[in-house]
């Protein structure tokens, strides 16, 4: 969540509240890229062949697949949702066991060799510009989910992602150029002034530094969103991302043994360390490839939305945290004016060129 809360092919020009040139069509999102085939548009740069997506990937995005057929496409997204936001509250169990660092290590770790062995990125031929982009993506994905997992060690997970999650809704209007829009992130305003119990809440008793993570992890996310399409214009399909997430845990890996020591190995530490890299990485691209055949961007983007509420609840199923009634008003607050502005009609689409996304 987020699931961060992880990117594929990205394209080039900004359109709207979404990404998008003739050449690579496709659409931002706050996962990051959605659809298209890999291109680039400056002129100097030589075109490659686009590789295929990886076997698995490609049965189980095909439109006769059982899951495809059956399981309506919004239901998938929503699966997918859940999967990111419940990683994020497995991950808050992990902290207190070995800290924020080694937290982060585990995830980076088991998600970086997943991604290694199931997409085999292809690292000749690269150019300088090339890895000075998947390196700057690469350090932005290591400090999203430094700030995002310092923020969850110290406030409630629904609160955290909700506050994070103005980081792409900022972006997403300034980059739409309509005025309405500015109401909608007014309004998200007013939803993260109530959410962060500011109005309600004593000042000594306010955790300001976990307040000040979650933003920082917002603005991080918008980050991430702005290099994995700098990143996908120039690597194929999910090479970028997966250098990308092996460069983070390359950057995470030394400081986080270092600090966590044997504990980063204890058996109780492994595998929740490797449930976090499924639930949020592995499962949710799975879940929402094959989503995306049917769904229109607007209408994933208006159900993504609907993460600080699956977070909130993610909180007191998981974690027993409860918020309060100006924090769910603040929480609603949010959603709304997320969707509005993701949710808008944008570029007509296509099932190929919806065929994948990103995740966190």
Not at 266 to 274: D, E
Request: net charge positive; aromatic share 6%; hydrophobic share 55%.
């Amino acid at each position: 969540m987020v699931a961060t809360q992880d990117a594929c092919p990205a394209r080039a020009a900004f359109h709207n509240t979404w990404l998008w040139s003739p050449e690579s069509p496709g659409y931002l999102t706050p996962r990051g890229w959605v659809g298209g085939h890999v291109g680039t548009t400056d002129p100097s740069r030589e075109r490659r062949p686009c590789r295929r997506r990886p076997a698995f990937l490609d049965a189980i995005a095909h439109p006769r697949h059982p899951v495809t057929r059956r399981v309506p496409a919004p239901l998938l997204v929503l699966a997918a949702i859940v999967s990111v936001q419940f990683g994020a509250a497995m991950a808050a169990t992990l902290i207190p066991l070995v800290g924020v660092f080694g937290a982060v290590t585990l995830r980076f770790t088991f998600a970086a060799t997943v991604l290694l062995v199931i997409v085999r990125p292809r690292l000749r031929g690269r150019t300088t510009a090339d890895w000075l982009v998947v390196s700057a993506f690469g350090a932005i994905l290591a400090m999203m989910n430094l700030f995002f997992y310092g923020a969850l060690a110290r406030i409630p997970i629904g609160v955290a992602v909700t506050i994070e999650f103005t980081g792409p809704l900022v972006l997403a209007t300034v980059l739409s150029h309509r005025r309405k829009d500015l109401l909608a992130v007014a309004g998200a305003g007013l939803g993260v002034v109530l959410i962060s119990g500011i109005t309600s809440t004593p000042w000594a008793q306010i955790d300001l530094a976990g307040l000040g993570l979650a933003l920082a992890a917002g603005v991080a996310w918008a980050g991430y969103i702005v290099f994995s399409a700098r990143t996908g214009v120039r690597f194929a399909q999910l090479d970028g991302l997966a250098i990308a997430m092996t460069i983070a845990a390359l950057l995470v890996a030394p400081v986080g043994v270092a600090i966590t020591g044997s504990a980063l190995w204890a058996p109780n530490a492994l595998w929740r360390g490797a449930t976090i890299a499924v639930l949020s990485s592995v499962l949710p691209y799975s879940l929402e490839l094959i989503a995306l055949r049917r769904l229109a961007a607007h209408v994933f983007g208006i159900l993504l939305s609907l993460e600080p509420a699956v977070a909130a609840l993610a909180g007191l199923v998981v974690l027993g945290q409860q918020l309060s009634a100006p924090q769910l008003l603040g929480m609603g607050c949010v959603v709304a004016a997320s969707g509005l502005v993701m949710g808008r009609k944008s570029v007509p689409s296509t099932p190929e060129a919806l065929a994948e996304t990103t995740n966190q």
